[in-house]
């Protein structure tokens, strides 16, 4: 069973740094894309960050380029969001997701979607 668990949410002040997990197991996941979406109330879930697990090329959304990291340890299976210099407008649930083929900008790439995490920005 395929399984993605966020972790690492929580309240942080403007300025601030979280670093979110995402524990993946139930398959190898070498031939995936890995990816972080958000979603604020009353918007739709966007696309964050995603990286090729194998080999670990990256891309990242305009809003979060610069202040935001995605990597993967593929030892633990996990794959992280370090998150600087965070603002009100990144307050959001947060999710992993899997997916093997199609655009990694695009939700309907991703098979597999953890339960989200809360980020809270407060100003």
């Known amino acids: 069973q395929v399984q993605l668990v966020e972790s690492g949410g929580g309240l942080v002040q403007a300025g601030g740094s979280l670093n979110l997990s995402c524990a993946a197991s139930?398959?190898?996941?070498?031939?995936?894309?890995m990816a972080w979406f958000r979603q604020a109330p009353g918007k739709e879930r966007e696309f964050i960050a995603a990286?090729?697990?194998?080999?670990?090329?990256?891309y990242y959304a305009d809003s979060v380029k610069g202040r935001f990291t995605i990597s993967r340890d593929k030892a633990k299976n996990t794959v992280y969001l370090q998150m600087n210099n965070l603002n009100s407008e990144d307050t959001a649930v947060y999710y992993c997701?899997?997916?093997?083929?199609?655009?990694?900008?695009?939700?309907?790439?991703?098979?597999?979607w953890g339960q989200g995490t809360q980020v809270t920005v407060s100003s």
């Open positions: 997701a899997a997916g093997r083929r199609g655009s990694v900008y695009l939700r309907s790439t991703y098979d597999y």
């Open positions: 990286i090729w697990w194998n080999f670990g090329s990256t």
């Open positions: 139930g398959r190898t996941f070498s031939s995936d894309t």
